[in-house]
T-cell receptor, first 113, second 113 residues
Framework: RKEVEQDPGPFNVPEGATVAFNCTYS??????FFWYRQDCRKEPKLLMS???SGNEDGRFTAQLNRASQYISLLIRDSKLSDSATYLC??????????????FGTGTLLAVQP | NAGVTQTPKFQVLKTGQSMTLQCAQD?????MSWYRQDPGMGLRLIHY???????DQGEVPNGYNVSRSTTEDFPLRLLSAAPSQTSVYFC????????????FGSGTQLSVL
């Protein structure tokens, strides 16, 4: 089992739609969780951190479920500019160390006009 | 403020050649790392450093060397390039080892023939 797993998509949605991505992780000792956004042929950039209580930033909402070991990202009122790959990132990994970030393979979102 | 500067942007090597990818940051970050990104594999950690003089291996360290003589610089050396090292390489830095936020360089597209 991969340490961080995401549905690769693509998710093709119309403008204005609500879309949700899930990500599962295998290391129960993980303590930090993030969503990054990566545009085509560009570097990843932090979209938002994910906190235990859940957090919202405008049209974006992130949630963490420690019991089931997954995090989610909800995007409301999708814009064309939201088209990108969304990377789930979790700390933890090799030998139980928690100071390394593990990236999921990413979920591709394509928002259609 | 330049952030993370990564050079070169593109490089073509022949099998067996060596080269160094340069990475520099001007944010006084302690944590620096190198990732490679391949289709369907996500970003995989090659090597990382938690401060000057301290480096450690990530998930895919074979064929790569690093050193951290200063806080600012973290070069990645390919000792004898192989076609399997064809990839996009990203350098990243963050203030703390727990990676509250990673700042990425713009990436290097490396092709090994």
């Amino acid at each position: 089992r991969k340490e961080v797993e995401q549905d690769p998509g693509p998710f093709n949605v119309p403008e204005g739609a609500t879309v949700a991505f899930n990500c599962t992780y295998s290391n129960s000792a993980s303590q930090s969780f993030f969503w990054y956004r990566q545009d085509c042929r560009k570097e990843p950039k932090l979209l938002m951190s994910v906190y235990s209580s859940g957090n919202e930033d405008g049209r974006f909402t992130a949630q963490l479920n420690r019991a089931s070991q997954y995090i989610s990202l909800l995007i409301r009122d999708s814009k064309l500019s939201d088209s990108a790959t969304y990377l789930c990132v979790v700390n933890g990994g090799y030998g139980g160390a928690t100071n390394k970030l593990i990236f999921g393979t990413g979920t591709l979102l394509a928002v259609q006009p | 403020n330049a952030g993370v500067t990564q050079t070169p942007k593109f490089q073509v090597l022949k099998t067996g050649q060596s080269m160094t990818l340069q990475c520099a940051q001007d944010m006084n970050h302690e944590y620096m790392s190198w990732y490679r990104q391949d289709p369907g594999m996500g970003l995989r950690l090659i090597h990382y450093s938690v401060g000057a003089g301290i480096t450690d291996q990530g998930e895919v360290p074979n064929g790569y060397n690093v050193s951290r003589s200063t806080t600012e610089d973290f070069p990645l050396r390919l000792l004898s390039a192989a076609p399997s090292q064809t990839s996009v390489y990203f350098c990243a830095s963050s203030y703390s080892s727990l990676n509250e936020k990673l700042f990425f360089g713009s990436g290097t597209q490396l092709s090994v023939l």
